[in-house]
Protein backbone atom coordinates (compact mmCIF):
# COMPACT_ATOMS: atom_id res chain seq x y z
CA UNK A 1 0.00 0.00 0.00
CA UNK A 2 1.39 3.61 -0.95
CA UNK A 3 1.12 5.46 2.59
CA UNK A 4 2.74 8.51 1.25
CA UNK A 5 1.48 9.83 -2.10
CA UNK A 6 3.47 12.57 -4.12
CA UNK A 7 1.94 14.25 -6.47
CA UNK A 8 2.89 16.67 -9.43
CA UNK A 9 0.83 19.93 -10.06
CA UNK A 10 0.97 20.46 -13.84
CA UNK A 11 -0.83 18.00 -16.02
CA UNK A 12 -1.24 15.78 -12.70
CA UNK A 13 -3.37 17.30 -10.84
CA UNK A 14 -4.74 20.25 -12.77
CA UNK A 15 -4.89 20.90 -16.49
CA UNK A 16 -2.58 24.31 -17.01
CA UNK A 17 -2.79 24.73 -20.86
CA UNK A 18 -3.99 27.92 -21.26
CA UNK A 19 -1.79 29.46 -18.85
CA UNK A 20 1.13 28.43 -19.18
CA UNK A 21 1.40 28.31 -23.43
CA UNK A 22 -0.64 31.70 -23.21
CA UNK A 23 1.97 33.12 -20.77
CA UNK A 24 4.95 31.36 -22.96
CA UNK A 25 3.37 33.00 -26.47
CA UNK A 26 3.72 36.13 -24.08
CA UNK A 27 7.19 35.88 -23.32
CA UNK A 28 8.37 34.71 -27.06
CA UNK A 29 6.42 38.42 -28.22
CA UNK A 30 8.18 40.34 -25.91
CA UNK A 31 11.89 38.85 -27.30
CA UNK A 32 10.62 39.69 -30.30
CA UNK A 33 9.38 36.13 -31.15
CA UNK A 34 5.76 35.02 -32.49
CA UNK A 35 4.11 31.47 -32.15
CA UNK A 36 0.70 31.70 -32.51
CA UNK A 37 0.00 27.58 -32.18
CA UNK A 38 -0.02 27.14 -28.72
CA UNK A 39 0.01 23.29 -29.41
CA UNK A 40 3.45 24.01 -30.24
CA UNK A 41 4.31 24.61 -26.47
CA UNK A 42 2.89 22.14 -24.32
CA UNK A 43 6.47 20.42 -23.58
CA UNK A 44 6.78 23.63 -22.11
CA UNK A 45 4.53 21.98 -19.28
CA UNK A 46 6.63 20.14 -16.58
CA UNK A 47 10.23 21.16 -16.98
CA UNK A 48 11.44 23.97 -15.71
CA UNK A 49 11.17 26.86 -17.47
CA UNK A 50 14.69 28.46 -17.64
CA UNK A 51 15.29 25.25 -19.25
CA UNK A 52 12.58 24.90 -21.96
CA UNK A 53 13.51 28.50 -23.18
CA UNK A 54 17.35 27.14 -23.74
CA UNK A 55 16.10 23.57 -24.98
CA UNK A 56 13.62 25.05 -27.52
CA UNK A 57 14.56 28.36 -28.74
CA UNK A 58 18.14 28.26 -27.42
CA UNK A 59 18.11 31.44 -25.59
CA UNK A 60 21.78 31.81 -23.76
CA UNK A 61 21.77 32.27 -19.87
CA UNK A 62 20.51 36.00 -19.81
CA UNK A 63 18.12 35.51 -22.18
CA UNK A 64 16.37 33.12 -20.54
CA UNK A 65 16.17 34.74 -17.65
CA UNK A 66 14.56 37.88 -19.02
CA UNK A 67 11.85 35.40 -21.02
CA UNK A 68 11.43 34.19 -17.36
CA UNK A 69 10.34 37.02 -15.84
CA UNK A 70 8.41 38.15 -18.94
CA UNK A 71 6.39 35.05 -18.36
CA UNK A 72 5.80 35.37 -14.64
CA UNK A 73 4.25 38.81 -15.47
CA UNK A 74 1.96 37.40 -17.22
CA UNK A 75 1.03 34.54 -14.66
CA UNK A 76 1.25 36.09 -12.23
CA UNK A 77 -1.68 38.39 -13.20
CA UNK A 78 -3.74 36.07 -15.72
CA UNK A 79 -1.67 32.96 -16.16
CA UNK A 80 -2.26 31.26 -12.78
CA UNK A 81 -5.66 30.70 -12.75
CA UNK A 82 -6.25 29.78 -16.69
CA UNK A 83 -6.18 26.59 -15.68
CA UNK A 84 -8.51 23.88 -14.19
CA UNK A 85 -8.47 20.28 -11.75
CA UNK A 86 -8.92 17.74 -13.78
CA UNK A 87 -12.37 16.10 -12.90
CA UNK A 88 -12.33 13.39 -10.62
CA UNK A 89 -9.20 14.50 -9.04
CA UNK A 90 -10.71 16.32 -6.01
CA UNK A 91 -13.15 13.06 -5.37
CA UNK A 92 -9.60 10.79 -5.67
CA UNK A 93 -7.65 13.06 -3.18
CA UNK A 94 -10.59 13.38 -0.47
CA UNK A 95 -10.71 9.33 -0.49
CA UNK A 96 -6.79 9.29 0.12
CA UNK A 97 -7.13 11.16 3.03
CA UNK A 98 -10.31 9.76 4.03
CA UNK A 99 -7.71 6.36 3.78
CA UNK A 100 -5.17 7.53 6.07
CA UNK A 101 -2.46 8.51 3.56
CA UNK A 102 -0.33 11.55 3.90
CA UNK A 103 -0.28 13.56 0.91
CA UNK A 104 2.30 16.14 -0.99
CA UNK A 105 2.97 17.86 -3.35
CA UNK A 106 6.32 18.29 -5.59
CA UNK A 107 6.40 20.75 -8.31
CA UNK A 108 9.24 22.27 -10.16
CA UNK A 109 6.98 25.66 -10.47
CA UNK A 110 7.75 28.17 -8.19
CA UNK A 111 6.10 27.52 -4.60
CA UNK A 112 3.80 30.65 -4.86
CA UNK A 113 2.31 29.70 -7.19
CA UNK A 114 1.87 26.49 -6.36
CA UNK A 115 0.49 27.61 -3.03
CA UNK A 116 -2.10 30.48 -4.79
CA UNK A 117 -3.23 27.44 -7.23
CA UNK A 118 -3.99 24.72 -4.91
CA UNK A 119 -5.65 27.42 -2.60
CA UNK A 120 -7.60 28.88 -5.15
CA UNK A 121 -9.20 25.82 -6.30
CA UNK A 122 -9.78 24.37 -2.39
CA UNK A 123 -7.54 21.55 -2.63
CA UNK A 124 -4.67 23.07 -0.19
CA UNK A 125 -5.94 20.85 2.57
CA UNK A 126 -5.87 17.96 0.88
CA UNK A 127 -1.74 18.29 1.25
CA UNK A 128 0.38 17.85 4.25
CA UNK A 129 3.29 19.00 2.50
CA UNK A 130 3.58 21.34 -0.67
CA UNK A 131 6.72 21.64 -2.19
CA UNK A 132 7.86 23.96 -4.86
CA UNK A 133 10.90 25.90 -6.80
CA UNK A 134 12.34 29.14 -5.80
CA UNK A 135 12.03 32.26 -7.51
CA UNK A 136 15.82 32.18 -8.03
CA UNK A 137 15.94 29.30 -9.89
CA UNK A 138 16.77 27.16 -7.16
CA UNK A 139 14.92 23.88 -6.76
CA UNK A 140 14.12 23.71 -9.79
CA UNK A 141 15.10 19.87 -11.31
CA UNK A 142 12.02 17.26 -9.77
CA UNK A 143 14.96 15.32 -8.27
CA UNK A 144 15.61 18.13 -5.74
CA UNK A 145 12.08 18.93 -5.14
CA UNK A 146 11.30 15.42 -4.66
CA UNK A 147 14.28 15.14 -1.76
CA UNK A 148 12.70 17.93 0.20
CA UNK A 149 9.10 17.01 0.13
CA UNK A 150 10.38 13.80 1.75
CA UNK A 151 12.88 15.44 4.08
CA UNK A 152 9.32 17.23 5.35
CA UNK A 153 7.38 13.59 4.93
CA UNK A 154 9.76 11.55 6.78
CA UNK A 155 8.46 8.23 5.35
CA UNK A 156 9.44 5.40 7.87
CA UNK A 157 9.73 2.99 4.71
CA UNK A 158 10.03 4.24 0.75
CA UNK A 159 8.70 1.03 -0.22
CA UNK A 160 5.33 2.53 0.95
CA UNK A 161 5.82 5.88 -1.27
CA UNK A 162 4.72 6.61 -4.51
CA UNK A 163 5.32 9.62 -6.88
CA UNK A 164 2.84 10.41 -9.42
CA UNK A 165 3.32 12.83 -12.65
CA UNK A 166 2.45 12.94 -15.98
CA UNK A 167 6.10 13.80 -17.38
CA UNK A 168 9.44 11.72 -17.57
CA UNK A 169 11.09 14.01 -14.96
CA UNK A 170 8.45 13.15 -12.34
CA UNK A 171 9.30 9.40 -12.90
CA UNK A 172 13.22 10.40 -12.73
CA UNK A 173 12.79 12.11 -9.43
CA UNK A 174 10.77 9.12 -8.35
CA UNK A 175 14.17 6.75 -9.41
CA UNK A 176 16.34 9.11 -7.97
CA UNK A 177 14.93 8.26 -4.38
CA UNK A 178 13.88 4.73 -5.26
CA UNK A 179 10.12 4.90 -5.15
CA UNK A 180 7.46 4.65 -6.94
CA UNK A 181 6.96 6.11 -9.97
CA UNK A 182 3.17 6.54 -11.34
CA UNK A 183 3.07 8.38 -14.87
CA UNK A 184 -0.44 9.94 -15.96
CA UNK A 185 -1.20 9.21 -19.65
CA UNK A 186 -4.09 11.96 -19.62
CA UNK A 187 -1.19 15.08 -18.95
CA UNK A 188 1.49 16.58 -21.45
CA UNK A 189 3.98 13.36 -21.83
CA UNK A 190 4.70 12.57 -25.62
CA UNK A 191 3.87 9.25 -26.61
CA UNK A 192 5.91 6.54 -25.16
CA UNK A 193 7.89 8.80 -23.18
CA UNK A 194 6.38 7.44 -19.46
CA UNK A 195 7.50 3.71 -20.61
CA UNK A 196 10.61 4.81 -22.00
CA UNK A 197 11.27 6.46 -18.50
CA UNK A 198 10.05 3.25 -16.80
CA UNK A 199 7.08 4.25 -15.17
CA UNK A 200 5.97 1.41 -12.64
CA UNK A 201 2.49 2.07 -13.09
CA UNK A 202 0.56 4.02 -15.95
CA UNK A 203 -2.75 5.50 -15.80
CA UNK A 204 -4.72 6.07 -18.39
CA UNK A 205 -7.57 8.43 -16.20
CA UNK A 206 -7.77 9.56 -12.82
CA UNK A 207 -10.43 6.70 -12.12
CA UNK A 208 -7.38 4.18 -13.00
CA UNK A 209 -4.92 6.74 -11.03
CA UNK A 210 -7.35 5.75 -8.01
CA UNK A 211 -7.64 2.16 -8.29
CA UNK A 212 -3.54 1.98 -8.67
CA UNK A 213 -3.11 4.09 -5.27
CA UNK A 214 -5.78 3.12 -3.39
CA UNK A 215 -5.05 -0.70 -3.89
CA UNK A 216 -3.28 -3.61 -1.12
CA UNK A 217 -0.27 -4.37 -2.26
Given at each position: ?11 T?T ?13 LH??GI?E ?42 T???E ?14 K ?23 F??R?C ?11 T ?6 V????LR???P ?7 M ?6 D???AK ?11 G???P ?12 E ?9 L???
Amino acid sequence: MYDYILFDLDGTLTDPKQGITGCVQYALHKMGIEEPDADKLTPFIGPPLLDSFHEFYGFNEEQGWQATEYYRERFRVTGWCENEVYPGMERLLADLKASGKKLAVASSKPQEFVEQILVHFGLRPCFDVVVGSGMDGTRTKKEDVVEEALRQLMPENYDAVAMVGDRKFDIAGAKAYHIAGIGVAYGYAAPGELEEAGADAIAETVEELGKILLQQR
